[in-house]
């Protein structure tokens, strides 16, 4: 995604992370449901601390676990 001259990606374009997966799916089981927001939460309270899962877990890309990605993650499920 963006200009194909350079790195940037265009404003308010959403750009796609190969090799994770979907969008909340922090098991990587194929799908994004209660087991993952249990994980959500075991992050937030500090008890999986695998760079892997956290990364997973920081939906919004803030650089942070916290109740925003929580609000996220059961969005995602909602919208199922």
Do not use: K, T, W
């Not at 200009?3 to 979907?22: H, I, K, S």
């Not at 999986?48 to 059961?74: C, K």
């Amino acid at each position: 995604l963006g200009n194909p001259r350079d790195d940037a990606p265009d404003l308010g374009a959403f750009e796609v992370e190969v090799g994770f997966g979907l969008l909340g799916d922090l098991d990587l089981d194929g799908d994004v449901d209660s087991v993952d927001v249990e994980i959500c939460i075991q992050v937030m309270l500090g008890h999986e601390l695998g760079l892997g899962i956290q990364y997973r877990a920081d939906l919004n890309r803030d650089g942070f676990v916290n109740a925003l990605d929580l609000q996220s993650l059961v969005m995602v499920i909602l919208a199922e």
